[in-house]
């Protein structure tokens, strides 16, 4: 009964099916998706029900059910699975989704009145209450994001230029002012809450960090370095090097799929052309040296090429950056954009790719961080955040929508 509901549900909110001659049916992928969140859903569900503050995380190649991790300040990714509630909730228009997705946000809630612990609160904060203010305009929803944005902005150094990404005693040793790739997403929160009653210095924290990373953390053909060290005092850079990657000297794929993801939302929240160019060859230089099936190696130097694990995670960000991208630009850069995006996501619709029947995330094949042996060829939570805001960026785009919804 509960799946003939929820087919209905979506038949009805649907009408009209995306099937395309680009081969790629959007909706039938969205379906998908609604049906492992359900699933999912089911598998949280304990005897005593639901505990909202444990947040599904990865599932490990040779596992079915969901690692879960408690919400806390240390834990990166519990914005993703509310964020994917909130989406699947704007796709199905079911009140029974959207009432989940209430519960799980509300548990990030403390993170908007405790001292920044990093960099990450635009990941916690903006994909969960991000989402959930864009849809219901909760006004509780806004405050959490300002006063977040405010704490993000604690982290900022004057004399860097940027946001410190892990103030941690220990990396600060080694590292003093370190800047990784990552924090380019979390500008967006600083972004927002500028044009949205917060202090108007957000906007100019956001730009100074997206100058400087443009400047310091990029090699001469336009690859990234994961990490930025500045020297405190001076702000001056001291080196570039990896944390994720395989080498300093290597692009990690998802360190560049960051900087793509950014860039493109540098220049949505500003019109700054010189982000519009600087984006095209950052990711140029990703698309030249692509897996035919567009979905990346982990790292672009990784060693056992071509039987390194993928990072599907990298694929689902970058596919949704370019679909956002491909409205920036016109002529032939346009069609390249998008049609690269077109081929991420059509791969990642693939058996090779989604998980389906064997477990409830959506997607196999993300590498968390193959230094630390953690989380390789993995399900992560992260790539169906970013495979699911691609497919409802190319639907809208489809239809004619604004990309953002
Ligand atoms: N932000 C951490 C990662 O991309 O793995």
Redesign the pocket.
Known sequence: MKKLVLGLTLLCFCGCSHKTNEALDVDKALNYCAMQVERTLQELKGDSGIDYTLMPRSIMDSLTTWNCKKVVKEE?TSGFWPGILWYDYEYTQNHAIKREAEKFTSSLAFLSKIPAYDH?LGFLIFCSYGNGYRLTKNKDYKKIILDTADSLSTLYNPKVGTILSWPREVVNKQWPHNTIM?NMINLEMMFWASKNGGDKRLYDIAVSHANKTMKCQFRPDYTSYHVAVYDTLTGNLIKGVTH?GYADNSMWA?GQA?AIYGYTMCYRETRDVRYLDFVQKVTDVYLNDLPADYIPYWDFSAPGIPNAPRDASAAAIVASALFELSTFVEGNKKMKYRNAAVKMITSLNSSIYQCRESKPAFLMHST??WPNGSEIDASIIYADYYYLEALLRYKRLLRGMNILG
Do not use: E, I, L, T
């Open positions: 990166w990450d990552d994720q998802r960051w968390g961080h």
